[in-house]
């Protein structure tokens, strides 16, 4: 690890950094998965010192590419550190890849707070590619920030998003807020003003409305599925509107620590979505469930809630041919 920290920190080609930055965090939090299987604390977790330091060496160059340092700096998705494992423990894997991003923030919050400022792009939006890696770059700081649990952070978070003149720099900011929580681990204040702002500006816009549904369907707060289960008789959704569908629905299928619930709460609420959408678009629904496809990855008593799901939309009177398909090779 400590070459691919090197390599990170110190190689000419900017591939080869990215490449290398990927391979170490994808190594840690594999580790740190295992440990907290294991039994560790999240506070306990490996954060060595030569990833740190390289990480803080890319972002101390940020002023030569952000573009690039935004690109280098984001950790490998929990979708795909999944498929690096054998039996998949969803619970763990998004811990140990929490506790690495609050491990960043905590470590580099300094550095964190001056590619946040020095990356605003002041006067009137430019979509010029130059303009845009800095917004990345910002709002890839602002997401690391808002881990850090901080009052002044989710205040300038909110800030960001009322002040915004972009839809870019709105939804970083109202995606940030929408994941934070307070003590008592409900949503976070600015996160509920922030959502309830947007859906007031953009209510009568539909494609925007599909972004505030997403937001809400792929937060990791511990209420999303009852959120979600709320969002379904929302004005805002329609269950014959594919849009609306994907952006809810299928958002949620893609959300690994609620969908995988070990409980089978979230499989269960996608088998009845999936029977009701079958009867209105058969279409949809057999996208919605291919969320199913890899449901053998995981542990024993995931495969029995998913199992039981697909037996129940396989059972469902009047199935469509088109869901029929995916439940049966599913099973198979």
């Given at each position: 690890?400590?070459?691919?920290?090197?390599?990170?920190?110190?190689?000419?080609?900017?591939?080869?950094?990215?490449?290398?930055?990927?391979?170490?965090?994808?190594?840690?939090?594999?580790?740190?998965?295992?440990?907290?299987?294991?039994?560790?604390?999240?506070?306990?977790?490996?954060?060595?010192?030569?990833?740190?330091?390289?990480?803080?060496?890319?972002?101390?160059?940020?002023?030569?590419?952000?573009?690039?340092?935004?690109?280098?700096?984001?950790?490998?998705?929990?979708?795909?550190?999944?498929?690096?494992?054998?039996?998949?423990?969803?619970?763990?894997?998004?811990?140990?890849?929490?506790?690495?991003?609050?491990?960043?923030?905590?470590?580099?919050?300094?550095?964190?707070?001056?590619?946040?400022?020095?990356?605003?792009?002041?006067?009137?939006?430019?979509?010029?590619?130059?303009?845009?890696?800095?917004?990345?770059?910002?709002?890839?700081?602002?997401?690391?920030?808002?881990?850090?649990?901080?009052?002044?952070?989710?205040?300038?978070?909110?800030?960001?998003?009322?002040?915004?003149?972009?839809?870019?720099?709105?939804?970083?900011?109202?995606?940030?807020?929408?994941?934070?929580?307070?003590?008592?681990?409900?949503?976070?204040?600015?996160?509920?003003?922030?959502?309830?702002?947007?859906?007031?500006?953009?209510?009568?816009?539909?494609?925007?409305?599909?972004?505030?549904?997403?937001?809400?369907?792929?937060?990791?707060?511990?209420?999303?599925?009852?959120?979600?289960?709320?969002?379904?008789?929302?004005?805002?959704?329609?269950?014959?509107?594919?849009?609306?569908?994907?952006?809810?629905?299928?958002?949620?299928?893609?959300?690994?620590?609620?969908?995988?619930?070990?409980?089978?709460?979230?499989?269960?609420?996608?088998?009845?979505?999936?029977?009701?959408?079958?009867?209105?678009?058969?279409?949809?629904?057999?996208?919605?469930?291919?969320?199913?496809?890899?449901?053998?990855?995981?542990?024993?008593?995931r495969q029995a809630h998913a199992r039981a799901a697909l037996e129940r939309i396989r059972d469902a009177p009047g199935l469509s041919r088109d869901v029929a398909e995916i439940v049966t090779r599913g099973l198979a």
């Amino acid at each position: 690890e400590d070459s691919l920290a090197h390599l990170m920190a110190h190689d000419s080609d900017a591939f080869n950094r990215w490449e290398a930055g990927q391979r170490i965090a994808t190594l840690l939090i594999l580790r740190n998965a295992e440990a907290l299987r294991n039994g560790a604390r999240p506070e306990a977790l490996a954060l060595p010192e030569a990833f740190i330091a390289a990480f803080g060496r890319v972002l101390a160059e940020a002023y030569r590419d952000p573009a690039f340092t935004a690109e280098a700096l984001a950790l490998p998705s929990e979708t795909f550190l999944a498929e690096q494992m054998d039996t998949v423990d969803p619970e763990a894997l998004h811990a140990a890849r929490l506790a690495l991003r609050r491990g960043i923030a905590a470590r580099l919050r300094p550095a964190l707070h001056v590619a946040h400022d020095n990356n605003r792009t002041p006067g009137a939006y430019s979509p010029d590619a130059a303009s845009a890696g800095r917004r990345a770059l910002k709002n890839l700081a602002l997401g690391y920030l808002v881990e850090l649990g901080d009052a002044d952070v989710r205040r300038m978070a909110l800030r960001q998003f009322e002040g915004a003149d972009n839809m870019t720099d709105a939804m970083a900011a109202l995606a940030a807020l929408a994941n934070c929580a307070d003590a008592t681990g409900a949503p976070c204040a600015e996160g509920r003003s922030a959502l309830a702002a947007f859906y007031e500006r953009w209510k009568n816009e539909a494609l925007v409305v599909d972004k505030w549904l997403a937001v809400q369907s792929t937060s990791r707060l511990p209420g999303t599925l009852a959120e979600v289960r709320r969002l379904t008789t929302h004005p805002a959704f329609d269950i014959r509107n594919p849009n609306k569908v994907y952006a809810l629905i299928r958002g949620f299928c893609a959300n690994h620590v609620h969908f995988h619930a070990l409980n089978g709460s979230g499989y269960a609420f996608a088998a009845d979505r999936i029977i009701e959408l079958d009867a209105l678009n058969p279409q949809v629904a057999s996208r919605i469930a291919r969320a199913f496809d890899r449901w053998r990855r995981f542990d024993a008593g995931r495969q029995a809630h998913a199992r039981a799901a697909l037996e129940r939309i396989r059972d469902a009177p009047g199935l469509s041919r088109d869901v029929a398909e995916i439940v049966t090779r599913g099973l198979a």
